[in-house]
């Protein structure tokens, strides 16, 4: 059932596309966050950005988990959001500490900055 | 609600010395602080000791988890080796604080103070890999992983005052941080696809669904994102390339840290997810098995990861980085035991956990015993000659690098028989010998840190090498160095509690109806 | 069946909403510019009279203790959306029934968790300003 309901491309609201909310509705926009957040975290190095990026992502779960709770008519995917948000505020707290700290030593956000620890160099 | 919170009575206790260490750490007295390992040591043996007393049929049978009997055996050898990563983290903390103290330079500041930090972040990092045993939904799952990797990252910052040490901190907390964010879209699928976050339900679910022809879509994607996502904790393909950077950034008792809990925290959280989609060949599942799909991810994360892990080694010269290319491969190896199943490949994973949990202590307890004009011991050159100024930390390393390349009768052997037994039983004939393959691969660089302490003669630069100033690191080397070399002993029992730890004998209290039906009319 | 009409009589106290808060901005706008008094100076002309000088590099310092509040806070705000849920069911219950007095102690274990964080914070000098 939950297939058949994935299945359904917006094509076949097409008669009414903004009338009716279904879970696919927001699933896409859950998908569309986490690719974004994804691709945000691969392509930027400035090292805030990057940390929002995976907070997208995070937030992008919790949606996937309200549209579904909804659709099981279950309060657990409600409950598991407020856990995400925590475990999100201890990471922020955590990047905010290392980041800081980073930039006290090297006076910029850019990730590529950081580059110590590599592979040796070719022999 | 209460059977729940019976199992929990040695992270209780690990939770309750955390808190006490943090506090202690504060204290004005030096006395108080030095105790401070000695109270985190003091808290995982009470867990230790007490775990055994819990876990009684009836408990575990009201408890209703997917495994009951997991968490004592994943309790006790996470205390103990939890013990003995305490020791080699003695002393290695705010040792200039210490010291500047001690010779009046300067006065007692709580705010720069971190070694009850430090030990308070080991204690809830391991509280968090012994959560993850009972874990019986996904909620408690997610909290557990991260729990176990969360203080990681500010142990790994703490853990040298190098630039090093803050740039291993930040990659491994941003991957750390990407990692969590695709398991937990994957948790959030495969609470879509099954409308329950109990893992229980959630396996009664997918084995209906497999009854009516297919496990949904949407649950082998929601499976494969976890996976992916778990294969940063483990240090597996996909997600690996940061272990040798961060095993290098961070102090030596810390990345064998970082070699075993967030590792074990990883493969239980596969054991657990696996579980709920077919793996377990339980009477509501087919004989089949693991969705083709997720068999075929993991056929491929298990070659890439034991593939890429020895052929990186071969090549460092830090031997941090050697151990971290080896802590990928034998990931590699274990990802075999998951593949094969219940029984005896999960039985045999964790006995391998426990196998490598301490050989891998030991080789990292070496360098963190000895140093080198006040720092740790990087390069192979530095072991050169160590059988001549060091002996019982060359016989150490010796035996540790043995028993990583599975010399009989060491330890690593028999881990790596067990699993590879369990491989063949399975059918996964040529991931077996890929991974014979591999360990013939490895024996060049384990034996590069054999042949260093031992044939060769001190160059000018390991003549300097001398004993760290804690004398606990070289304790812990040489009692997980002892047993490496006893415990084979001990194997069948061993590998009896680890066999029982994966039973399901009491699994379904009371199956209900219909479901008994179905099951006999499959008989 | 996860389906929202979309009725537009639902919406209508958001637009009430958003209506407000223009006609809020707008009035308060124009009814400074009228009523107002009008003084120039070299302080009166700056963005932002009682506020940091604008002027100058906008990369300054702050002190670190700035950061280690804002963490502590971040996380402690956080801890309030657990007593949301705990706070809509706890009025369900019966008061002095068993579940109620479990329902009280669990919160109240949560909420000593927290002031143990606090004083661990305190002591260690978090709070400190020198």
Not at chain 2, 106 to 123: V, Y
Not at chain 2, 435 to 447: T, V
Request: with cysteine; hydrophobic share 55%.
């Amino acid at each position: 059932m939950i297939d058949a309901l994935m299945n359904l491309s917006l094509g076949q609201h097409a008669a009414a596309p903004f009338t009716v909310l279904t879970l696919s509705h927001y699933l896409l926009l859950s998908a569309a966050l986490f690719v974004l957040g994804l691709l945000g975290f691969l392509t930027r190095r400035n090292m805030i950005v990057m940390f929002l990026c995976t907070e997208l992502m995070f937030q992008a779960a919790a949606i996937a988990m309200i549209a579904f709770g909804r659709y099981h008519m279950d309060v657990s995917g409600q409950v598991f959001v407020i856990f995400i948000l925590t475990i999100a505020a201890a990471e922020a707290a955590l990047a905010l500490a290392l980041v800081v700290l980073l930039y006290r030593r090297k006076e910029t956000l850019n990730a590529d900055a950081w580059s110590e620890l590599r592979e040796p160099a070719g022999e | 609600m209460v059977e729940k919170l019976w199992f929990l009575i040695p992270e209780m206790i690990v939770f309750g010395g955390a808190v006490l260490v943090s506090v202690l750490g504060l204290s004005k007295r030096k006395v108080i602080r030095d105790a401070l390992p000695i109270v985190a040591g003091g808290s995982l043996l009470a867990a230790l000791i007490v775990t055994p007393m819990l876990y009684d049929a009836e408990h575990v049978a009201a408890a209703n988890l997917l495994m009951g009997n997991l968490g004592l055996y994943v309790k006790v050898v996470v205390c103990g080796i939890g013990i003995l990563l305490v020791m080699m983290n003695t002393g290695l903390i705010d040792r200039r604080l210490e010291s500047a103290v001690a010779a009046g330079r300067a006065k007692f500041d709580p705010i720069s103070a971190t070694r009850g930090e430090f030990f308070a972040f080991l204690l809830l990092s391991l509280t968090g890999l012994m959560l993850c045993s009972n874990a019986n939904d996904l909620i408690w799952l997610f909290l557990a992983l991260e729990l176990t990797s969360l203080p990681t990252y500010v142990m790994v910052a703490m853990s040298r005052g190098s630039k090093k040490a803050q740039e291993a901190a930040v990659k491994y907390f941003f991957l750390g941080a990407l990692s969590a964010a695709i398991f937990l879209y994957g948790f959030a699928l495969l609470y879509g696809a099954s409308g329950t976050i109990v893992l229980t339900e959630m396996r009664d679910v997918f084995a209906r669904q497999a009854d009516f022809g297919d496990v949904s879509n949407l649950a082998i994607v929601g499976m494969i994102l976890s996976i992916l996502g778990i294969s940063f904790k483990i240090a597996a393909a996909p997600m690996h390339f940061y272990a040798p950077d961060v095993y290098q950034g961070a102090a030596a008792a810390v990345a064998a840290f970082l070699a075993f809990v967030p590792k074990f925290a990883g493969l239980l959280a596969l054991m657990l997810l696996l579980s709920t989609i077919g793996w377990e060949n339980h009477y509501r599942f087919t004989e089949i098995g693991l969705p083709p799909a997720l068999q075929i991810t993991l056929w491929i994360i298990a070659v890439l990861t034991m593939t890429l892990g020895n052929v990186g080694a071969l090549l460092q010269t830090s031997i941090k980085r050697i151990l971290a290319y080896s802590s990928i491969a034998h990931s590699g190896y274990m990802l075999i035991g998951i593949l094969a199943g219940p029984g005896l490949g999960m039985s045999a994973v964790l006995f391998y956990m426990l196998a490598y949990g301490l050989m891998n202590t030991a080789a990292f307890a070496v360098l963190a015993g000895l140093e080198r004009s006040g720092r740790e011991i990087e390069t192979l050159d530095d072991l050169a000659g160590l059988r001549q100024r060091h002996p019982l930390m060359a016989g150490v390393m010796v035996v540790s690098a043995l028993s990583l390349i599975g010399f009989p009768p060491l330890l690593g052997f028999w881990g790596k028989l067990y699993l590879f037994i369990a491989g063949i039983e399975a059918g996964h004939i040529l991931l077996v010998v890929i991974a014979g393959l591999n360990s013939a691969i490895s024996a060049w660089y384990y034996l590069g840190l054999v042949k260093m302490p031992m044939l060769e003669q001190p160059s000018a630069r390991a003549e300097t090498v001398v004993r760290g100033p804690s004398l606990w690191p070289r304790v812990a080397g040489l009692i997980t160095a002892a047993a490496v070399i006893v415990v084979p002993l001990f194997t069948r029992n061993l590998l009896k509690a680890s066999d029982a730890a994966v039973a399901d004998e009491q699994v379904f209290v009371t199956p209900d109806t219909d479901d008994s039906q179905q099951l006999a009319s499959r008989k | 069946m996860l389906t929202f009409a979309l009725d537009l009589n639902a919406y209508l106290p958001i637009g009430i909403l958003i209506v407000m808060a223009l006609l809020f901005a707008v009035v308060n706008l124009i009814g400074t510019h009228i009523l107002g008094p009008r003084r120039h100076g070299e302080r009166k002309d700056t963005p932002y009279e009682s506020g940091m000088d604008p002027i100058g590099s906008a990369r300054k310092r702050f002190n670190v203790r700035f950061y280690i509040l804002a963490m502590t806070f971040l996380v402690f705000d956080v801890e309030i959306i657990f007593l949301y849920p705990w706070a809509v069911t706890y009025t369900k219950l019966t008061p002095g029934s068993n579940d109620a007095a479990l329902f009280l102690c669990r919160i109240m274990f949560f909420v000593a968790t927290s002031i143990i964080a606090y004083v661990y914070a305190w002591r260690k000098g978090v709070f400190r300003w020198d």
